[in-house]
Each structure stands twice: as C-alpha cells, then as structure tokens.
T-cell receptor
Framework: NAGVTQTPKFQVLKTGQSMTLQCAQDMNHNSMYWYRQDPGMGLRLIYY???????DKGEVPNGYNVSRLNKREFSLRLESAAPSQTSVYFC???????????????FGEGSRLTVL | GNSVTQMEGPVTLSEEAFLTINCTYTATGYPSLFWYVQYPGEGLQLLLK?????DKGSNKGFEATYRKETTSFHLEKGSVQVSDSAVYFC???????????FGKGTRLSVIA
C-alpha cells in the first residue's frame, strides 16, 4: 500500500537552479496539496489542486509552479531556486467532493531541499 | 478567516506524566477538528478527529473533545511514553474542497 509517494527525498541545489518535486498517490483521491515545513512556522500551504484540471494558490505560492498531470500526480516546480526555499516539502492528498466534510489528509514522507 | 492557535513548545515530560497540548480555533460555520502527529523523519499522520460539537476523538490513548463554547480542542493523554515523542499539529477544516488550516505544531519530548 504505497499511499503518497514523493521523489526525491533529498536534493541540494545551487541558487538559480531549477528542479521539480514529484508526487503520486494511489488512493484515487481528488484533492492534492503541497506544503512546506520550516522550524517555528509549522506547515504552510504552497499550492493545492481540488480536482484534476484545477490548481489554486495557497499561503506561500511565490517562486513555485505546479502541475496536476492527472488524477494521480501533482508536481511542484522551482524555476529559479533561492536559499529562502530551503525547507522540507510535503505532498498530501484527500478524498473530497460536494457534500464531503473535510477529511483525512494522507502525507508523503517529505522531500528535504537545500538551496546553497 | 479560519485559524488555529496551539501552545508553543517544546514540551518535555517524564515517562508516565500527564500530557495536555492546548488548541483553540477561530472559524465560520461548523468545522471539523483534527490532531496530526509527525514522528521524526516522517510525514504527518492523522491521530484523531472530531466532526461536531461535544464529539470526543480518541486513538492510542490520546483524547480530544470538540468544545464549541470555548472554541477548543485540547489534546490529552494520561500517561505518556518515550515513543510518543513527536510533533503534534492541531488542524481545522470546513468542507471537503478547502484545505485544512494547521497550527504551528508542538514538539513533545518524553524522557525515561
């Protein structure tokens, strides 16, 4: 039972480099999310996709782009990495839909990114 | 807008001590409330939840009661273990299509 799978788990970048974090879920969930976790800041939402074909900005979207490739996959791209983007990134998914109350989020194991 | 405030840590307790982590919320409507736990090196996982006022969520010896009158959802455990050392997040959600709102997390360390 894979759940939510993120790759890579670790990455070191130089300022200005680009990279894409990949996320896939096998639970047939409609909604997917990207969060970043920083010390003392808790979890902050970067982008989310309520359903296939839609994406919306979260609390801290600047410097990031996302693609909901299909129902299973939701990628996060850093076009020009900056040291302020050093963080641990988490992908999550949940079942959702009209009439569904806020439900359980399933998280990946995280991707630790360092930007030098 | 919706928000969650939880007590700042870190919290350090001896094994078998009583644990309370406070969480209060601000929300419109009738939100669902959650506690998530993050063990070292892992992603978050749901610990317990409550979907309406006066509901009590419980799991692994942890409990939290949805108190609408005090807008609170405090996490409690009667006797903590070293294996409970983790970061605990309180969260709130209104509907299936809107993202959960998380508190900043409380780090718990339990020493033998």
């Amino acid at each position: 039972n894979a759940g939510v799978t993120q790759t890579p788990k670790f990455q070191v970048l130089k300022t200005g480099q680009s990279m894409t974090l990949q996320c896939a879920q096998d639970m047939n969930h409609n909604s997917m999310y990207w969060y970043r976790q920083d010390p003392g800041m808790g979890l902050r939402l970067i982008y989310y996709s309520a359903s296939e074909g839609t994406t919306d900005k979260g609390e801290v979207p600047n410097g990031y782009n996302v693609s909901r490739l299909n129902k299973r996959e939701f990628s996060l791209r850093l076009e020009s990495a900056a040291p302020s983007q050093t963080s641990v990134y988490f992908c999550a998914s949940t079942a959702s839909g009209k009439g569904v109350r806020a439900g359980e989020l399933f998280f990946g194991e995280g991707s630790r990114l360092t930007v030098l | 807008g919706n928000s969650v405030t939880q007590m700042e840590g870190p919290v350090t307790l001896s094994e078998e001590a009583f644990l309370t982590i406070n969480c209060t919320y601000t929300a419109t409507g009738y939100p669902s409330l959650f506690w998530y736990v993050q063990y070292p090196g892992e992603g978050l996982q749901l610990l317990l939840k409550a979907t309406k006022a006066d509901d009590k969520g419980s799991n692994k010896g942890f409990e939290a009661t949805y108190r609408k009158e005090t807008t609170s959802f405090h996490l409690e455990k009667g006797s903590v273990q070293v294996s409970d050392s983790a970061v605990y997040f309180c969260a709130l959600g209104n509907s299936g299509n809107t993202p959960l709102v998380f508190g900043k997390g409380t780090r718990l360390s339990v020493i033998a």
